[in-house]
């Protein structure tokens, strides 16, 4: 079953690690001559009149949108304000607003805009001044990016009836663990959420079950709650670098999980490798305080069919050398690829 999963873990990176490319969707000809329904300030291409691109061109305020846009570019303009009436022809057809790299702030987006538009399906909103999130009522939404904000708090029943919601990513923002309990248990389909460059001091509690990707790199977080992973048994790739985690805070084969195939702890406070499963391929543990290499923490039996799966282990900035390994270790890591320790 293990395998099955790999493509999607990968596709699913890949969508995150190409998120400046989003906008490549644009069709050649954008600098073509213009739909017949455009706005003035904006390209609407012959080949594909449902898209309406006003992005890069100094804009201050969101356009008048004609009727018939469904996908809707504003990134990289100026714009400080959404005025009343924008979107009153396209508040049932809009699927996608793209409003990355602006200066809206909360007390400028009047009622009657994005509360208005119930078939919204992506909602980018990076790089903007919002101190809180700004949802469309669409129950059809499936991706929400509010990273680069000052976001402090996302009240719990925002996302309540989101039912084919599966991507958030909300990264560097101001969020506390107090200002978003409950905000995600909603989307009964999430399968990624990125928190990382937070103010978190534990991991979010009532995460729905359908998790792959869970990301909390660059926050305050000293313990996972025994029976974490536990509640998440699809979780393929966990990053928690850049915490404060210490021994203490790790109970007992709280990682010891068999979805994890990536598991990235580098950047703490750890004195010890903790007990992984068998499945798990990637290791992160690298700038910790770890003074002894515990084989049984990363293989408590070892036999013809039972080893660990590991691929790559990171243990540089840490106590340790490879003449700390025991020599039994080569049968427990006996699929590693690199085992790397400066
Ligand atoms: C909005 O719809 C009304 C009524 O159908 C129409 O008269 C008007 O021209 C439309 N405005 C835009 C900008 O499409
Ligand atoms: C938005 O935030 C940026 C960076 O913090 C700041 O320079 C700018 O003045 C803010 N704009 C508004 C409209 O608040
Ligand atoms: C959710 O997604 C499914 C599958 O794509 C689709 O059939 C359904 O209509 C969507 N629900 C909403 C509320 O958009
Ligand atoms: C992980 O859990 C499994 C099943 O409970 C157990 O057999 C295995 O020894 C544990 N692995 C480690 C390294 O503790």
Not at 257 to 278: A, C, G, M, W, Y
């Amino acid at each position: 079953m293990l395998p099955l999963r790999l493509p999607l873990l990968f596709l699913l990176v890949s969508v995150a690690l190409c998120q400046n490319d989003d906008y490549d969707y644009q069709p050649a000809s954008r600098h073509g001559p213009s739909g017949p329904n455009c706005h003035q300030d904006c390209d609407c291409p012959y080949n594909f009149p449902t898209a309406m691109y006003c992005d890069s061109r100094k804009l201050k305020f969101v356009p008048v949108v004609p009727t018939g846009i469904k996908y809707l570019y504003l990134q990289n303009n100026l714009i400080e304000e959404i005025k009343a009436g924008v979107f009153d022809n396209v508040t049932d057809t809009l699927r996608w607003l793209i409003l990355d790299n602006n200066q809206i702030t909360n007390a400028k987006i009047e009622k009657g805009t994005i509360d208005k538009l119930s078939a919204l399906e992506k909602l980018y909103f990076s790089n903007n001044n919002l101190t809180e999130p700004v949802i469309p009522p669409s129950k059809s939404l499936d991706e929400l990016k509010i990273m680069h904000n000052q976001l402090s708090k996302f009240p719990s029943e925002l996302l309540s009836d989101k039912e084919n919601l599966t991507f958030v990513n909300v990264q560097y923002n101001q969020l506390t663990s107090d200002a978003i309990v409950g905000a995600f248990k909603g989307p009964k389909k999430m399968l990624s959420l990125d928190l990382s460059h937070n103010k978190l001091k534990k991991l979010p509690a009532g995460v729905p079950g359908s998790l792959e990707i869970l990301y909390a790199d660059h926050n305050e977080i000293e313990s996972v709650g025994a029976g974490y992973l536990g509640k998440l048994p699809l979780l393929q790739s966990l990053r928690l670098s850049h915490n404060k985690l210490v021994d203490s805070g790790i109970p007992a084969g709280v990682f010891n999980v068999t979805s994890l195939v990536e598991l990235d702890l580098s950047f703490n406070q750890l004195k010890s490798i903790p007990e992984i499963n068998e499945h798990l391929e990637q290791l992160y543990l690298q700038a910790n305080e770890i003074e002894k290499f515990e084989l049984t923490s990363l293989c408590k039996y070892v036999s013809t069919t039972s080893f660990s799966h590991l691929k790559h282990l990171r243990l540089d900035g840490n106590m340790v050398t490879h003449s700390s390994m025991p020599p039994e270790s080569s049968n427990c890591l006996r699929v590693a690829s690199d085992v790397i320790f400066e």
